[in-house]
């Protein structure tokens, strides 16, 4: 029953390491999310995609790149890991584009920077 | 951008008793209000929506209530049990179809 999929459930990487956290879904929705959730601070947007190979920043999208090479899949990329982004991130897709969009979230990538 | 405040952060209530969590939105455009609920552990799920051109809707024990001239609206959980214990997150989406989160709010139900 499980449809937004994220691979790596706990990462521990070190400082300075190039990190990939891969989400897919099979829902064929268009729209997916990349957020970060830190204690006190909710759902901050990173990055979404609206299409393939389409991506717009979200609120804070420093430090992070995507990927959407397929409708299914969107990959967030922290190209120089620091521990700042030690943090827990959530994948999500929704369906289309009008306003009433309910999304679809993953069981989060726990992700430890040393 | 829009803005979105919810308040309190932490609610504690006893078993039976209502809880009221509020959110307040700063872009009159909005037309889309969901809720989410997140157990420990666990992903967030929608629990309840409403849009713009209805002020009140119900699903059991929950309920959501839209004020649009106020830019507000609210999630009433009454006779609360142990199970609603969770965080719960307003979120507001207007003319584009990016939600913008609060901040969530740690509901404990105690028995």
Redesign the interface.
């Known amino acids: 029953d499980v449809k937004v999929t994220q691979s790596s459930r706990y990462l521990v990487k070190r400082t300075g390491e190039k990190v990939f956290l891969e989400c897919v879904q099979d829902m064929d929705h268009e729209n997916m999310f990349w957020y970060r959730q830190d204690p006190g601070l909710g759902l901050r947007l990173i990055y979404f995609s609206y299409d393939v190979k389409m991506k717009e920043k979200g609120d804070i999208p420093e430090g992070y790149s995507v990927s959407r090479e397929k409708k299914e899949r969107f990959s967030l990329i922290l190209e120089s890991a620091s521990t700042n982004q030690t943090s827990m991130y959530l994948c999500a897709s929704s369906l289309g584009h009008s306003g009433a969009n309910v999304l679809t979230f993953g069981a989060g990538s726990r992700l430890t920077v040393l | 951008g829009e803005n979105v405040e ?1 308040h309190p ?1 932490t609610l504690s209530v006893q078993e039976g008793d209502s809880a009221v969590i509020k959110c307040t939105y700063s872009d009159s455009a909005s ?2 209000f ?1 809720w ?1 609920k997140q157990e420990l552990g ?5 629990i309840i ?1 409403i ?1 713009s051109n209805v002020g009140e809707k119900k699903d059991q024990r929950i309920a959501v209530t839209l004020n649009k001239t106020a830019k507000h609206f609210s999630l009433h959980i009454t006779e609360t049990q142990p199970e609603d214990s969770a965080v719960y ?1 307003c ?1 507001v ?7 913008t ?4 709010t740690s509901l404990i139900v105690h028995p």
């Open positions: 919810q952060s037309n889309y969901p989410y666990k992903r967030p799920q929608l929506d849009r997150f979120a989406t207007g003319g584009s179809y990016i939600p989160f609060g901040r969530g």
